[in-house]
């Protein structure tokens, strides 16, 4: 959830409805799709989940025709949720994510 900055009575009423695991993994998640410039049209996914403060995190990039699948995870610290999305989008691009990116653009 987001709002204004600075906004003390908005953040007061919505304080109550964030949710620390999800607001975790979504910043995994996210720091996982910005590292491979994903979008709408690209075949990306990201999943991470929390248990105590472990965060895991899975990422795939597949072909458009999805003969072509390369995964990744990281397992870490919650607090680092960020650093591991970057991590899995650093490990598919060393595997090969960047040439099926690469042949997605061209399309």
């Known amino acids: 959830i987001e709002c204004r900055r600075e906004d003390a009575r908005i953040e007061g009423l919505i304080s109550t409805l964030r949710d620390a695991d999800a607001q975790d993994a979504l910043a995994a998640e996210r720091a996982l799709n910005a590292r491979l410039q994903g979008g709408c049209q690209v075949p990306i996914a990201g999943?991470?989940?929390?248990?105590g403060e472990t965060l895991a995190i899975e990422?795939?990039?597949a072909s458009l025709d999805g003969r072509q699948v390369i995964r990744a995870s990281r397992l870490g610290r919650r607090e680092d949720a960020a650093a591991l999305g970057v991590a899995v989008g650093d490990a598919l691009l060393a595997d090969g994510a960047a040439a099926l990116l690469a042949a997605i653009g061209a399309h």
């Open 59 to 61: 990422g795939l990039v």
């Open 47 to 51: 999943h991470a989940t929390i248990v």
